[in-house]
């Protein structure tokens, strides 16, 4: 089956400061890439997604870029604020039951 | 517009008894997938319910079980519950089994084995 790991598991930014997190994923068959924002006692939230006909998709402050043959995709948040501290999961889809393989998470803080 | 509600929010229960968590999907969608998201993990899939049956299933044991109801709602059953069955567990839906790609999320039932 599918295997997403997750790099790193903790970050720490200053406000302002861009933060970046990666995931590499195993099957190559994997056609859809969702990351979601979780706050403390809260339940995971879509951020942004990319499908794998698409190398990048960027969203005001956040983008995510997808590497189909190196098989990993990343997350870009620019001008950090201290509502982004959170702890952010990516996932991978490799079939279209929509079941999806998440990352072990990165706990962000961003620091005032 | 409600989005997707999970009940109880909090539960205790002791080893071997057995739990059963419910959902309501969003309004409008037909699919229901249940996760497992242990403390400081990412979520796991345990299985996905569409037109009431299961139509995927995750690496966990028979003692997890689930059903779909006509109306869309689901519920989830652990039987011969094990303390390592204490974890966030999360409802998820989506629309046409889930070929729309995009999964809502509920809050969560937070189940604590003692």
């Known amino acids: 089956g599918e295997n997403v790991e997750q790099h790193p598991s903790t970050l720490s930014v200053q406000e302002g400061d861009s933060a970046v997190i990666k995931c590499t994923y195993s099957?190559?068959?994997?056609?859809?890439f969702p990351w979601y924002k979780q706050e403390l006692g809260k339940r995971p939230q879509l951020i942004i997604d990319?499908?794998?006909?698409?190398g990048e998709k960027k969203d005001q402050r956040i983008a995510v870029t997808l590497n189909k043959t190196a098989k990993h995709f990343s997350l870009h948040i620019t001008e950090t604020q201290p509502e982004d501290s959170a702890v952010y999961f990516c996932a991978a889809r490799y079939n279209a039951g929509n079941m999806l393989t998440f990352g072990g998470g990165t706990r962000l803080m961003v620091k005032p | 517009d409600a989005g997707v509600t999970q009940s109880p929010t909090h539960l205790i229960k002791t080893r071997g008894q057995q739990v059963t968590l419910r959902c309501s999907p969003k309004?409008?969608?037909?699919?229901v997938s249940w996760y497992q998201q242990a403390l400081g993990q990412g979520p796991q899939f345990i299985f996905q319910y569409y037109e009431e049956e299961e139509r995927q299933r995750g690496n966990f044991p028979d003692r997890f079980s689930g059903h779909q109801f006509p109306n869309y709602s689901s519920e989830l059953n652990v039987n011969a519950l094990l303390l390592g069955d204490s974890a966030l567990y999360l409802c998820a839906s989506s629309l046409d089994g889930g070929q729309s790609g995009e999964l809502f999320f509920g809050e969560g039932s937070r189940l604590t084995v003692l």
């Open positions: 990319i499908r794998s006909n698409v």
């Open positions: 309004s409008g969608h037909d699919t």
């Open positions: 099957d190559s068959a994997s056609n859809y």
